[in-house]
């Protein structure tokens, strides 16, 4: 396996619609100052929060059980920031929708501009042919709330492509969480 660099993430982004909506360059500023940092790094993607938040919340005294999941163990949240409360913890979605090759592996690791205010952004790896949305996980690890912004950088992939093509990929299985739009609960 090889880590991919950034002349590769392009060409496969524009000629195989591998990420879309696609940026070419880091983006480091926006309209309005300055922004966590998106978009094509050297060795490496920098994907975007979209607006679509859950928050969890204890309203209900749910029990989190991955193999019965309770979703009104979130509060819905759509805003271009959104306020995790200390010790808690929130999905959202990436802005960008992946088409994953057959001979790649993505590793999706947090930014450190948000692991360095005790945010810790964990996503799966995502599979050979494996499409959606990601659903990102973020989670709270200091007594303070946090804030996370919308449309900017909050994660970094990794693209490992192999020199054998998988066996069976994702889609090969139908993985469940195939095609996911929008923040994806788990599902058993």
Same mark, same amino acid.
């Given at each position: 396996m090889s880590i991919k660099s950034d002349r590769?993430? @392009?060409?496969?982004?524009?000629?195989? @619609?591998?990420?879309?909506?696609?940026?070419?360059?880091?983006v480091r500023a926006g309209s309005h100052g300055k922004i966590v940092s998106h978009g094509t790094s050297s060795y490496g993607y920098d994907i975007r929060?979209?607006?679509?938040f859950k928050v969890f919340t204890n309203i209900n /005294?749910?029990?989190?059980?991955?193999?019965?999941?309770?979703?009104? /163990?979130f509060v819905n949240v759509v805003s271009d920031v959104c306020i995790i409360p200390p010790n808690s913890f929130a999905l959202a979605r990436s802005v960008e929708y992946f088409r994953i090759p057959r001979s790649v592996l993505v590793i999706c690791l947090g930014k450190s501009t948000y692991a360095r205010c005790g945010i810790i952004v964990n996503v799966t790896p995502l599979e050979p042919e494996w499409e959606g949305h990601i659903t990102l996980e973020f989670s709270n690890t200091t007594p303070l709330p946090a804030k996370i912004y919308a449309n900017e950088g909050v994660a970094q992939l990794l693209f490992l492509e192999s020199d054998q093509v998988c066996e069976t990929s994702y889609k090969d299985?139908?993985?469940k969480y195939q095609g996911q739009k929008g923040v994806t609960l788990p599902i058993t």
């Open positions: 590769w993430i @392009r060409e496969m982004a524009i000629n195989y @619609r591998m990420i879309e909506p696609f940026e070419p360059h880091q929060c979209a607006n679509e /005294s749910a029990v989190v059980d991955p193999k019965n999941f309770a979703a009104e /163990s299985r139908n993985g």
